[in-house]
């Protein structure tokens, strides 16, 4: 089986690494973190020394990072992998980042005559190790189709949303509702609960009613009220505040590039700042609630 690279061995792009190597595929990674790398070699995968070293020889550079400035310190300049990756490979980035930034990279891929798609994903860490993430893709057919078999290894849905970048948009689309939804959702309920509403009964309500979402019926934001949630646990173990944040600051981003109105966002996007400036940055998102707990007079 043809070889793989894999850079980013973190939160979710361990446990996908894991997958493709459980699927039976030759997968070398790499990561800056030690400890990144031994849970990674301790889960079946094959490490690197470095990214240099992984990529080479591989059919497929698949990567997972933080961040755009990661994915371009990664693959562009003089030192960049683009570089160095062999001729005819497939590059797959499944980081949320800038859509500009897919593009920049996407660009940089052609002009060295290699295919690359911009393919982030929901599901949450969950998702990544059960295999059953949603990949949600910018890049032609034909890049799609080679990268296919490798996103089947590792979810169970896959959206074509357009050419370069264009995955990266309905990523930050999903997630600017999603923000918007949870906010939305605490607020309710500390309205409820300021009322003297028991926060379960209202949230069981809410879950067979108009207001229903993934925010009241999975992820609810009030302890208590479910036991797996984050909130059950003292908000740990999620989407990290900080990452909604990052989510939603690319959307005012795209939405200033396009001229765009988005009053809800930049909303939501201040509330998740307030919460980051409040020291809840590393805990899941859902903690935005806090914001609002115990405000009743
Ligand atoms: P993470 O911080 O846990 O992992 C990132 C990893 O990248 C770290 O281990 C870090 O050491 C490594 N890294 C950074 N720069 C590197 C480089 N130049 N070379 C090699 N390794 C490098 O983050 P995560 O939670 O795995 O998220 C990764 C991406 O997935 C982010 O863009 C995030 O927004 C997105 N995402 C996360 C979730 C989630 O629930 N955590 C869900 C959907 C999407």
Excluded at 82 to 92: E, K, R, S, T, Y
Excluded at 245 to 260: I, Q, Y
Aim: some cysteine; aromatic content about 4%.
């Amino acid at each position: 089986m043809s070889r793989i690279a894999f850079i980013g061995l973190g939160n979710m792009g361990g446990p996908m690494a894991a997958n493709l190597a459980k699927a039976g595929h030759d997968v070398h990674a790499f990561d800056l973190s030690a400890d990144a790398l031994a849970a990674a070699s301790a889960a079946g995968v094959g490490t690197a020394a470095s990214a240099a070293d992984a990529v080479a020889g591989a059919a497929t550079v698949l990567s997972m990072l933080p961040a755009s400035r990661h994915v371009e310190g990664l693959y562009l300049g003089e030192d960049g992998l683009l570089g160095a990756i062999a001729d005819g490979a497939l590059v797959i980035d499944c980081s949320t980042i800038a859509p500009a930034s897919a593009r920049k990279v996407a660009h940089g891929a052609a002009a060295r005559g290699l295919e690359m798609i911009d393919a982030p994903v929901s599901g949450g860490v969950a998702g990544a190790s059960a295999g059953t993430l949603t990949f949600i893709v910018g890049g032609s057919d034909v890049a799609l189709g080679r990268a296919r078999p490798l996103l089947e290894a590792m979810g169970k849905n896959i959206f074509h949303m357009g050419p370069a970048g264009a995955g990266q948009v309905a990523k930050l689309c999903n997630n600017m509702a999603l923000g918007v939804i949870m906010a939305a959702t605490g607020e309710a309920i500390a309205l409820g609960v300021a009322n003297g509403l028991d926060a379960a009964t209202l949230s069981q309500m809410m879950a067979v009613s108009t207001s229903r979402s993934w925010a009241t019926e999975v992820c609810n934001p009030w302890p208590g009220v479910l036991e797996n949630a984050p909130a059950a646990r003292g908000y740990t173990g999620g989407f990290g505040n900080d990452l909604m944040l990052k989510d939603l600051g690319l959307a005012a981003e795209a939405a200033m590039a396009a001229g765009t109105a988005i009053p809800l966002g930049e909303l939501a996007r201040n509330l998740y700042a307030l919460n980051s400036a409040a020291g809840n940055g590393h805990l899941d998102f859902s903690s935005v609630v806090k914001l609002l707990q115990g405000s009743g007079s």
